[in-house]
């Protein structure tokens, strides 16, 4: 409810309260009505439905149906190795991903614990949670705000708010009412639930508790934001219906087919059927695929990129905007001395310009109220950013400390800080800092002057600094310190202060760009700072702002157009960011939100990827995020995306390989029904293939580098497929590459035996020759890089000593139905494996030069039209 809008008395009359409080029995019958002053909890889901969910993958399930129907044929030990596949995939999946977000426990350690209460006018500290509307709280230094407050009385009440509207100065109350247009940020007679008391006192009247307070309402968003899904997980989901697809046409073709031809027996048929499905679905790729990303978040968090969810990991790569949070993100968040400006212009401090002769750094360092004593160190200070940046900037020369003899202290009534200090002469000093127009209109200054100070001040204010006047005068011994003394000044600097940008930010922005990746800042300050910030951070498109009263009159369309011609927002609210991610995502981008407040929460959660301020960052923020940056580095994003970019790479290469060894697998079966030969594998040795291959090869691809050129290219098409037509091209050619010559081989062999061993060693060797092919999509294979991957080798070396267990070990002969081979029919073997990796790399090699040709051929188009 807007109760910014009504006087005191209008508030406590809707209320039915009064400034002495509310009566122990009135506040018992309105905690029964309005409930406790806390934020409601969603239900946690059950510990099976979070296992659960990872046993319901399609391919998972038909696997499932695979090995009842074994064990309804009897084959007890085959249906055994069957679920104990599918259960180590989905256990695997459940242990990396069991952490849940608990976005809603932040929120509830921001509400205040303890409150000081008036009730029929006696002061009682009670807790927060009993709060109810009507209640009239105290408020002084320290205190989190427990309620949303009407505030009625205020002594110099200073709220830092930056959780809720991002702006970096702590706000100074005033109980005036404000009209109803007035935003978030600009509602100065209110004080928030969750926000700090910096400074000052001051009493308020509880106006909303619980779900009904600014924090309720974004805890509300919390609720029922919906987490999207990674494009990882649909073009798996995506790539798992289409194997299921032509799986179910190709048993559907082949009952019919071998039925009606052959005349099969429903044993013999179901046994295939089995082996067919066991075959063609690549179980063990969930497995790697999750290794790989798992890998990934290990990688990142060398790299101070703490990932929450590992499908995350590849979603970094595929972003193609970054909406930031200003404060705390892109800047600093401490306000710094940007500017100075005398008379004679910018003001240049030098080591030998210790203490200047106008006074400037001594004004700086003594006119204030934080630091009590030479002793205490500037890092020791806390309280006014404004003081304190002023220290900062001083104590980088060495100024002496002058004992205060007399202060008038700031007050947003008269907008200045006055103080007078005894010189080592003997002589007496008055320093002045505050607003450049009160100390103007107090000082010594001709016209030429005024105009000067008016059109510098203008100046620094459009670069988004707050502005600060700098003054002093000689000050008898005799006279006494009033507001009437402070008059005939000499105004001697113009102080710019504001939160600079960090210099990490403006080299990730410009990284970001280069890699096709737009950046918009979405932030609670005020137009001309976040324009400002706009153009020294890089961003591309700052001539125009929008600001959240603008955003309030647009409707869904036309924000999506124009989300698309602007990259800074000012003045927003949680509601604004919400709208501008889900405005960016019907454009078909992939969106990354970066934020620290609790404002930022719902943002972070509906953005593809939620990006948090690990430091200084709040609880709340981390926790609805997707990842957090453990040193507040927007920098760290550029090279997470970078780890992304390679992830998927390398998650296409691992797709690239499984697919056509478990077609080529698929293809034996199918070639064997087709022409009523018997099986010429078990799906027990098919398990032991993909398993074997899973345990080794397949995860050597993980540890590929990133391309060199991998920041330079665009974002890839969200919407393009995992697999492309030359990804089909691919599986189906070295499928058949892997098919046909080691059937051909194995049918040469005498016994059975011999037979299904020889196929299974030719598979399993074309397979390592083909994920040495697999490392490079498009370029040669042999390169620097593959004895840089040590585990490739290692996984070779594996897969030798798996491999030669079930070859020459008895029992484990009879476990998977081999033998011994000859030496011959070994170097057949290798031989086969050799010549699919000669004919891969030469047709990567044309199919290289011919994609380059035909971008030159496009090029040429483009500048002949």
Known sequence: MTWYKYTVNRVLEMLGSSLSGLSEHERALRLKKHGMNTLAEKEEQKLWRKIGKHFVDLLMIILIVAAILKGLTG????????????????????????KAEESLNGLKQMMGQESIVLSDGVRQTMDSEVLVPGDIVVLQSGDIVPADLRLFEVHDLLIEESVLTGESLPVEKNPARFNEETPLGDRLNMAFSGTLVKSGTGKGIVVETGDATEIGQINQALQTVEKQTTPLILKINQLNKQIFKGLMGLIVFLIFFTTFRYGMDLGMLLSTVIALIVAVIPEGLPAVLTMILSMGV???????????????????????????????????????????????????????????????????????????????????????PTELALLKFAAQYDVPYLPIVDKIPFSSEYKYMATIHQLATGERVLFVKGAPEVLLSRSSVSSEQAEFWNKEGAALAKKGQRVLGLAMKSFSQEATLSHEAIADLELVALAGIMDPPKESAVQAVKESRQAGISVKMITGDHKDTAQAIGKQI????????????????????????????????????????????????????????????????????????????????????????????????????????????????????????????????????????????????????????????????????????????????????????????????????????????????????????????????????AQAFYMINCREL????????????????????????????????????????????????????????????????????????????????????????
């Open 75 to 98: 084959s007890y030990v085959e249906m055994f190795i069957i679920l104990a596949v599918v259960l180590i995939n989905g256990l695997i999946g459940y242990f990396q991903e069991r």
């Open 298 to 384: 290990n990688e990142m968090a060398e790299k101070q990129a703490i990932v929450k969810s590992m499908p995350a990991v590849e979603t970094l790569g595929a972003m193609t905007v970054i909406c930031s949070d200003k404060t705390g993100t892109l800047t600093k968040n401490e306000m710094s001395v940007t500017e100075v400006i005398t008379l004679h212009g910018a003001k240049k401090f030098s080591d030998m310009d210790k203490v200047s002769e106008d006074g400037i750094l001594s004004i700086m360092n003594n006119c204030q109220e934080l630091k009590l004593s030479p002793e205490q160190k500037i890092e020791e200070l806390s309280g006014n």
């Open 538 to 765: 890089g961003l591309a498109h700052v001539s125009n702002v929008i600001e959240g009263k603008d955003l309030d009159q647009m409707d869904e369309q036309e924000l999506q157009q124009r989300v698309k011609e602007v990259d800074v927002f000012a003045r927003t609210t949680p509601e604004h960011k919400l709208r501008i991610v889900s405005a960016l995502q019907k454009n078909g981008e992939i969106v990354g939100m970066t934020g620290d407040g609790v404002n930022d929460a719902p943002a972070l959660k509906k953005a593809d990827i939620g990006i948090a301020m690990g430091i200084k960052g709040s609880e709340v923020s981390k926790q609805a995020a997707d990842m957090v940056l453990a040193d507040d580095n927007f920098a760290t994003i550029a090279a997470a995306v970078k780890e992304g970019r390679r992830i998927y790479d390398n998650l296409k290469k691992t797709i690239k390989f499984f697919l056509p060894t478990a077609l080529a697998q698929g293809l034996i079966v199918i070639f064997a029904l087709l022409t009523n030969r018997p099986l010429p594998l078990t799906p027990v040795q098919i398990l032991w293939v993909n398993m074997a291959t899973t345990i080794t090869l397949s995860y050597a691809l993980g540890f590929e580098a990133a391309n060199k050129t991998i920041m330079k290219r665009q974002p890839r098409d969200p919407q393009a497929p995992i697999l492309s037509g030359y990804s089909l091209f691919r599986i189906g050619y070295v499928s058949l590459l892997i098919t046909i010559p080691s059937y051909l081989l194995s049918i040469q062999a005498e016994t059975a035996l011999v037979q299904q061993t020889i196929l299974l060693q030719s598979i399993v060797l």
């Open 778 to 865: 498009t370029d040669p294979a042999i390169n620097k890089g593959l004895f840089r991957n040590k585990a490739l080798l290692v996984s070779l070396g594996g897969l030798v000593i798996l491999q030669g267990t079930v070859l020459m070990l008895p029992a484990a002969q009879e476990i998977i139905g081999t033998t011994h081979l000859t030496l011959e029919q070994h170097v057949s073997a290798v031989l086969i494996g050799l010549g699919i990796f000669v004919i891969v790399e030469v047709e990567k090699m044309i199919t290289k030069r011919w994609a380059a040709r035909q971008k030159t051929l496009i090029a040429q188009k483009e500048c002949n039209n």
